[in-house]
């Protein structure tokens, strides 16, 4: 990018930005000022957020969406813009985190992350998976999508890794609950193992801690009860399979702890508000609409191949 330049992103993809070079502004809408982002900071916004890069407070902007081609995800071209004179150099990622939206991990989200470089250089795992990233990137072999899909993963998790240690102790977050060695425990059961027949006493048992201590303890790190949210994760679970997977309703049920396909009915139209059949229909027509090769930059898209699930969070991440 070269002064003066600006860009609009809408909220269709997550995005994140490491400064290589110079520095730039960067904010995201109905938040406070802008961050100030250096040279070696990485700078993380998840889908679902407008946000805009520009390296002055005056500088115009333009939405991304009209500058980028398919050629710079398939090819990997760079993108130039900008009026000509200082550089500002990025890397720049685009992810989508299936169901996020539906998620705990949403809602334990800060507008954006920022991973402050030191002295002008990334921190070392930064600048290493960003090396490897580049040159995937550029190397056009087969396989190599899977592998950036995979770095980027790793890039975010350690990102959520770094941002969930900084939480004040005593925070309700659910990232800090994942954390803790005994309601992350429970976390992870529920989550490897939705269609088990779960109690809060089972829960409990498996955990080594008393089921009145466990729920209350549940409750306050997570914010709600166990069972609320295993429902919930349950219901976001069944997303990810009508999105990713030609499933039939009762395989979906039964995969996600419902013996009956008419009580899963009921409870998904409740937490979703829609039916199964409307909500796969409506996810089939959005992919369905999105052109060859690029991501949805500007909808709410949704991509049926499949990736490397988050084991404890919402469904796939994928890369470009």
């Given at each position: 990018m070269t002064a003066p330049w600006g860009l609009q992103v809408a909220t269709g993809l997550g995005w994140f930005y490491l400064i290589v070079r110079n520095a730039c502004l960067l904010g995201v809408e109905g938040s406070d000022a802008p961050v100030s982002a250096a040279a070696g900071d990485l700078i993380i916004v998840f889908?679902?957020?407008?946000?805009?890069?520009?390296?002055?407070?005056?500088?115009?902007?333009?939405?991304?969406?009209?500058?980028?081609?398919?050629?710079?995800?398939e090819r990997?071209?760079?993108l130039v813009h900008g009026g000509g004179g200082e550089s500002t150099r990025l890397l720049c990622g685009c992810f989508l985190v299936d169901g996020l939206e539906q998620s705990s991990l949403h809602a334990a989200l800060p507008t954006l992350?920022?991973?402050?470089?030191?002295?002008g250089h990334a921190l070392p795992y930064v600048s290493h998976i960003a090396r490897l990233l580049e040159m995937e990137a550029g190397a056009e072999e087969s396989g190599g999508q899977s592998i950036i899909n995979r770095l980027v993963r790793i890039l975010l998790i350690k990102a959520l890794q770094r941002y969930a240690a900084e939480l004040p102790e005593g925070s309700v977050n659910w990232l800090r609950a994942l954390a803790d060695p005994d309601i992350g425990q429970a976390l992870r059961l529920m989550h490897a193992q939705p269609n088990a027949h779960w109690t809060v006493a089972a829960l409990a048992e498996r955990v080594t801690m008393a089921r009145s201590t466990f729920a209350a303890r549940f409750a306050k790190m997570v914010g709600k009860p166990p069972l609320q949210y295993l429902t919930r994760w349950r219901m976001q679970k069944a997303c990810l399979l009508f999105r990713t997977t030609r499933a039939e309703l009762k395989q979906v049920a039964a995969?996600?702890?419902?013996?009956?396909?008419?009580?899963?009915?009921?409870?998904?139209?409740?937490w979703i508000g829609t039916a199964p059949g409307a909500y796969r229909r409506a996810g089939d027509r959005a992919a369905s609409s999105l052109p060859a090769g690029m991501p949805?930059?500007?909808?709410?898209?949704?991509?049926?191949?499949?990736?490397a699930t988050v084991p404890t969070g919402p469904g796939p991440i994928r890369g470009a």
């Open positions: 889908q679902g957020r407008e946000h805009y890069l520009r390296d002055r407070a005056d500088s115009p902007m333009v939405p991304i969406r009209n500058l980028l081609e398919p050629r710079h995800f990997r071209e760079p992350i920022r991973v402050k470089g030191e002295r995969q996600v702890g419902y013996e009956s396909a008419s009580a899963f009915s009921k409870v998904f139209a409740h949805p930059l500007s909808c709410d898209g949704r991509r049926t191949e499949t990736s």
